[in-house]
């Protein structure tokens, strides 16, 4: 089950069983954690389908197989924070990249051409941070800078507010470009044109553009997470900056520019990729040689477990005060939604406490720990203090950081509305306090 099969996982429930059975092994196939970890940059329809899949998984396998040592190491902090009760086998290998080869001089970049280009390439949507590029570049351009930004991607799920801020954007066209549709023939022109390749996702699983762009021979600036790290290794070389900070990438954007001006802009070679050849012997040389990368071990030892357990991914009790440390960071919003129906904001959210949190409770719906926002006037006096909850995919485990959205109806402001309180909640318990306010 290497492709996204899963909603299909139930039906093989019986057939996976019966393989454990007969003594068999069953190894999952896990590309990333996007949905359990930022569910508000994902279509709504995905992580509640991807949390059932991933707990059946957790209940039926034997191992996992990830696609990046990155995904891997995430794999391993969430079971060790879960506590799951069973030894499982992690292992990881490289994606391939096959390139039928570059495009001709000709088909690069015109010499006495002034402005240095700097490329995106990926599907339009809230995680890939194409927002956070536009604003680094607005900076720029506000400093003087005559460098260009070229987008190649369709559009994706909740980015019509990007769409349209792109479209009306003065700079469209000029040092603002945007390619929808591009064959392989003008990717790769785009490619050997450009200076360097931006990545500014929030999160990812691996990150197929870099690993293009050290084809080419170009160099990239990336978003600081650890799957970028790893992967940039296939580049021709690297900048990181803080996730989701524009400043920080202009920053970067300018010391790139000034260094490569000293090198005279020139193309760089960078180590060799795997091909789909290579790629599919690591993948067996994991699953069938027993070359794991970790296995994970249950710190308590007990002699049966039922499937059903998969260690603390429940509320049972009341949280107490230090168990309910948190940090806030907003990360964008409020912005319209798609069918302009709501207002969605997207919060960074940090368990600071030594506690899973996750949503689900008791029977009875207590227990559970939610985000929910209260609304306020220009004053700062409550006008709506019991809102609908955003709940947790799976669990936050201690020192984790997950991307979690909150939805408002968006009329709000003109029922007197002028702020949203979000603060996180333990249903039947009591709001954790210290909100983060934000204006409307």
């Known amino acids: ?261 000293k090198r005279g802009m020139s193309t760089k070679s960078a180590p060799a990729w795997p091909s789909w050849a290579e790629s599919a012997a690591q993948l067996e040389d994991v699953v069938i040689g027993g070359n794991w990368y970790r296995t994970y071990e249950p710190r308590e030892k007990r002699p049966f477990t039922p499937l059903t357990d998969l260690g603390r991914t429940r509320m049972a009790v009341p949280l107490t005060e230090a168990q309910r440390a948190h940090s806030f960071e907003l990360v964008e919003g409020p912005y319209l939604s798609d069918d302009g129906l709501s207002l969605k904001i997207i919060v960074a959210v940090t368990n600071l406490s030594d506690a899973v949190w996750s949503s689900k409770g008791l029977d009875d719906g207590s227990m559970g720990v939610a985000f929910s926002y209260h609304l306020l006037d220009r004053k700062g006096k409550i006008v709506q203090f019991d809102n609908p909850r955003s709940l947790i995919p799976f669990v936050i485990v201690p020192g984790d950081t997950v991307y979690l959205p909150v939805t408002l109806p968006a009329g709000v402001a003109r029922r007197g509305a002028a702020f949203a309180d979000i603060e996180l909640v333990q249903e039947g318990v009591s709001w954790f306090g210290d909100p983060l306010r934000v204006a409307l």
């Not at 009760?85 to 390139?99: C, E, S, T, Y």
């Open 1 to 261: 089950m290497l492709d996204s099969s899963w909603h299909l996982f139930n039906v093989h429930k019986p057939s996976l069983r019966a393989c454990e059975l007969l003594g068999g092994e069953v190894v999952s196939c896990l590309y990333d954690t996007v949905p359990l970890r930022s569910n508000a940059m994902c279509n709504p329809t995905v992580p509640p389908v991807f949390t059932q899949w991933f707990k059946a998984a957790l209940t039926y396998s034997t191992g996992f197989v990830c696609i990046s040592r990155a995904v891997a190491d995430e794999l391993i902090a969430l079971l060790e924070g879960i506590g799951f009760p069973r030894r499982m086998k992690i292992g990881f290998w490289q994606l391939g990249a096959d390139f039928a080869g570059r495009p001709e001089a000709k088909d690069a970049a015109d010499p006495s051409e002034q402005h240095s280009q700097f490329l995106m390439v990926g599907t339009l949507e809230p995680r890939k941070g194409h927002r956070v590029a536009i604003e680094a570049f607005e900076k720029l351009w506000a400093d003087g800078s005559d460098a260009k930004l070229v987008i190649v991607g369709k559009v994706g799920w909740g980015i019509g507010h990007l769409v349209d801020r792109i479209r009306a954007h003065p700079e469209f066209g000029e040092r603002l470009i945007w390619h929808e549709k591009v064959d392989d023939d003008e990717l790769a022109t785009l490619y050997a044109s450009c200076d360097a390749l931006i990545a500014a996702s929030f999160s990812e699983g691996f990150g197929l553009p870099l690993v293009e762009a050290g084809h080419f021979g170009k160099s990239v600036l990336a978003s600081d997470i650890p799957v970028f790290r790893e992967v940039a290794k296939g580049a021709a070389g690297a900048r990181f900056f803080k996730v989701g900070d524009a400043a920080a990438l202009a920053e970067e954007v300018k010391g790139f520019l000034l260094q490569e001006k």
